[in-house]
Nanobody
Framework: QVQLAESGGGLVRPGGSLRLSCAAS????????MGWYRQAPGKQREMVAT???????NYQDSVKGRFNISRDNAKNTVYLQMNSLKPEDTAVYYC???????????????WGQGTQVTVSS
């Protein structure tokens, strides 16, 4: 059984920063792509940033230059450093991982429970 545990959300003023973390726990797996998605009230969930196992990154246009995704493969952890936050960044942020389960011989999509990020003065 693999679980994703997120931390680091909260309330921040416009222009402020937050760092999100997501750690995968369990055994008998490896992780391909890890990423962060977000869902604002009344909107669909959208990709924020992703990172492959070799460090190739992809960002939504609206966060380029402000957010930075990184990962520590030894700790099965992905991070999202968010700078210059704007009110429109307010959403529930979800960690995602494409996990290769050795016992089942396939890649499966896992989600964290979500962490609230609120940007407001």
């Amino acid at each position: 059984q693999v679980q994703l545990a997120e931390s680091g959300g909260g309330l921040v003023r416009p222009g402020g920063s937050l760092r999100l973390s997501c750690a995968a726990s369990g055994s008998g797996f490896s992780i391909n792509v890890m990423g962060w998605y977000r869902q604002a009230p009344g909107k669909q969930r959208e990709m924020v940033a992703t990172i492959t196992s070799v460090g190739t990154t992809n960002y939504q246009d609206s966060v380029k230059g402000r957010f930075n995704i990184s990962r520590d493969n030894a700790k099965n952890t992905v991070y999202l450093q968010m700078n210059s936050l704007k009110p429109e960044d307010t959403a529930v942020y979800y960690c995602n991982a494409k996990i290769n389960l050795y016992s089942r011989g396939g890649v499966f999509n896992y989600w964290g429970q979500g962490t609230q990020v609120t940007v407001s003065s």
